[in-house]
């Protein structure tokens, strides 16, 4: 319970130091010794490390560790089962590095993304493998239109 008057009171000094920045009271000795204390006291948390790969990045370090361990093995324990292990390991690294190399066509996103522009959302067109061929096509087609009506 003493915990809890505990922190109370030191959230509302916390509350009254920020009130003082604010109108002015920063300019004081006192305020700045007390506001490096405080500062000190808050950074006692330890930094946390965020590692977020992609999946291209988790297959290529797949790779490069079975590589290694397949390696390990073939080294460690030549007549052993390390031919198993070694092939194992081998045919995973190769797999994960044959899908790196291919990621850019195998991982791309399936629908174009839409963007907004003020009031406006875009979504761009959706290209396939013969679009050029058909648009070329309708060129033509509307050129052919445009002569007959001439005439």
Request: proline content about 5%.
């Amino acid at each position: 319970m003493p915990n809890r008057y505990e922190r109370e009171i030191e959230e509302i000094l916390r509350n009254l130091e920020h009130s003082d920045a604010e109108t002015g009271a920063q300019r004081t000795p006192a305020y700045r010794s007390r506001k490096r204390f405080d500062s000190s006291a808050s950074k006692q948390s330890r930094p946390h490390f965020n590692l977020r790969l992609s999946k291209t990045d988790w297959l290529l370090l797949i790779g490069i560790l079975c590589a290694l361990i397949g390696g390990g093995f073939a080294y460690a324990r030549p007549h052993d089962y390390a031919d198993l292990y070694t092939g194992i390991f081998a045919t995973i690294a190769t797999l994960c590095i044959f899908l790196v190399a291919f990621s850019h066509f195998l991982f791309r996103p399936h629908r174009p993304r839409s963007y907004r522009y003020g009031n406006v959302t875009i979504t761009p067109l959706r290209r396939g493998p013969f679009d050029q061929i058909r648009t070329q096509w309708n060129l033509l087609m509307l050129k052919l239109r445009y002569r007959r009506k001439k005439k």
